[in-house]
């Protein structure tokens, strides 16, 4: 049942558009949990944590008569809080193991064991729900399995760009773009649960929904993995009848069928076998001073972002009670509406992160075209070429060294205004964090693809992502210390973040060390270049032929 790689790529536009709208709907929904958490609470998951005299009462579910009422405390947001932090800890730390298991079985099965993660993740929220206070700890599981699920739609969909040639970064950028905005899916779960439709109900719908996703790859995707612009030339695939099978191919052709392996040509290697000692140790690529420095940046960046979703509406919730004790029922029942509207306003700015994605791709790829080597033109005569205007290595440090600046600036402008006791200026700060989320990874991916080989690019990248999920996980303590021991106030733990934020901009200065390096080799090099010239031409001026000895004579 499974397409060939040819029919796939006949179907490329298909599964690229499904794609974005799966990513949206299904990959990392997890991260709009200020909408989950208001109807987990209102289905009285772990309400039985609370006593009469510690808690206030929230609705029963999306009733609006008000008769029947949920108790909600502080030990209750705890739990919930932990489990959202596994679930997002899941949502980083697998890209490890996924990239090595989609290099060897291709991303087929993993899309497929995605969807079905994520269907029964949406399973087990609609089960738990009908017995809240003895099925709560099945909210773990949910999420959980939700996490891992949706990082496999999403890893899977980033191998698709290859096979769109000079549209590939346009579409790469749309993966993480809808991977980036996948948060306003809870939001708009929240709104058509607070229009008066069971929270049950709409967990079956998601769950035959995933469905979908499941049988769009069945159908559509094939077994190999895509191949890259430089193994494979797409501009001559769709000429060709029907790709042969693997018993017809022979070894100098670059595709192969067995296990979605991709076989490069030989043609296209510069000595064979014979490069591979001179390859760079992967070793020397995970201790170099550029990837250390990339998981001060992304681990602080991770924590900041995570922590910031996770107390979020604890967050709106001290603006509005003023860390109050215990107030009245009025503020109460204004607290619970300001939170509400805002995180409504924060899952809708979500989808800003298809708008941003593609400008910190645009700075990325900033003069690269510059950078494009001409053909070699060689004629019987002579053979002359083209030198590029711009060092391609040195534009890719250049640029990513400026998208990592702009991007700490945004973070701490985004920890700046989270010290800023004020409502309003709320929505800015949820502009920049949505801004940030959307720039780190992107920044992160283009300097890895520009400094390390890509042999090393999926393997740095996933250790990357897990090492900064490790990190995040200290986003659970202090979301303790704040509602315990600073009663709610997050003004110093924001304080203490900004500081740790100040690290990221220690990625750019080395970079900037590295550009200059580069500069300094690249001189060097021009130098000898014109020496040599200089010297050539020196001697043909003086008559001077090294390889005459008669033979020249001889044959004329």
């Known amino acids: 049942m499974a397409p060939s790689l040819l029919q796939a790529y006949r179907r490329r536009w298909w599964m690229a558009v499904t794609a974005v709208i799966e990513n949206l709907l299904c990959s990392a929904v997890l991260l709009g949990w200020g909408s989950l958490l208001i109807m987990l609470k209102r289905e009285g998951f772990y309400s039985h944590l609370c006593s009469v005299n510690e808690s206030v009462s929230v609705p029963l579910g999306n009733s609006s008569n008000g008769e029947l009422e949920w108790l909600s405390c502080v030990d209750q947001e705890e739990m919930l809080n932990l489990g959202f932090t596994i679930g997002s800890f899941l949502l980083s730390a697998t890209t490890l193991p996924l990239g090595i298991l989609m290099d060897r079985f291709g991303p087929r099965p993993i899309r497929l064991m995605g969807s079905s993660c994520f269907s029964l993740s949406c399973v087990i929220m609609a089960m738990s729900a009908y017995d809240p206070h003895n099925l709560s700890a099945l ?43 996948s948060a306003v899916t809870f939001l708009g779960v929240k709104l058509i649960y607070d229009a008066g439709v069971s929270f049950r109900v709409i967990m079956w719908m998601w769950a035959g929904l995933a469905g979908f996703v499941f049988l769009n790859c069945f159908l559509n995707w094939p077994t190999e993995g895509f191949p890259t612009p430089d ?46 000692p001179n390859a760079t140790p992967f070793r020397r690529s995970v201790f170099s001073p550029i990837f250390l420095w990339s998981l001060v940046t992304m681990g602080m960046s991770q924590l900041r972002i995570i922590f910031f979703m996770g107390a979020m509406n604890k967050m709106l919730e001290f603006m509005v009670t003023r860390g109050v004790e215990h107030p009245s029922e009025q503020l109460l029942l204004e607290a619970e509406q300001k939170v509400s509207f805002y995180s409504s306003i924060f899952g809708t700015l979500q989808l800003l992160c298809l708008a941003t994605c593609p400008l910190i791709g645009y700075i990325m790829d900033w003069k690269m075209k510059e950078c494009e080597e001409e053909k070699t033109v060689g004629t019987e005569q002579s053979k002359q070429t083209t030198v590029p205007k711009r060092d391609r290595k040195i534009q890719k440090v250049t640029n990513a060294m400026r998208a990592f600046i702009l991007t ?43 400094v390390y080989p890509s042999n090393h690019f999926g393997t740095l990248t996933g250790l990357q992502s897990m090492i900064s999920a490790v990190i995040a996980l200290l ?11 600073l ?47 200089m010297q050539a031409l020196n001697d043909g001026a003086n008559g001077y032929k090294p390889h005459s000895n008669g033979l020249a004579a001889a044959e004329a």
């Open 139 to 181: 909210i773990f599981l949910a999420l959980s399995l939700n996490g891992f699920g949706g990082i496999c739609l999403t890893f899977t969909s980033l191998t698709l760009p290859n096979m769109f040639g000079a549209l590939s970064s346009t579409i790469m950028s749309l993966m993480i773009g809808s991977y980036a905005s």
């Open 231 to 276: 193994e494979v030339d797409y501009s001559k695939i769709i000429t060709l009848p029907e790709l042969p099978s693997s018993a017809e191919k022979t070894d100098g052709e670059p595709l192969s069928q067995k296990n979605g392996d991709t076989r490069r040509s030989t043609e296209k290697l510069p000595n064979g076998s014979d490069s591979a």
């Open 408 to 450: 700490n600036v945004l973070l701490l402008a985004f920890g700046c205004c989270c010290l800023i006791d004020c409502l309003p200026l709320q929505i800015l700060t949820f502009i920049l964090h949505t801004m940030v989320r959307g720039f780190i990874h992107s920044c992160c991916g283009g300097l890895y693809a520009a």
């Open 475 to 485: 986003q659970q303590p202090l979301f303790i210390a704040m509602v315990g021991t």
């Open 487 to 533: 009663k709610g106030d997050p003004y110093w733990i924001n304080v203490g973040l900004i500081i740790c934020s100040l690290a990221g901009f220690l990625l750019p200065g080395y970079l900037y060390y590295h550009r200059r390096q580069l500069l300094r080799e690249k001189e060097a090099r021009d130098k000898r270049g014109a020496e040599q010239e």
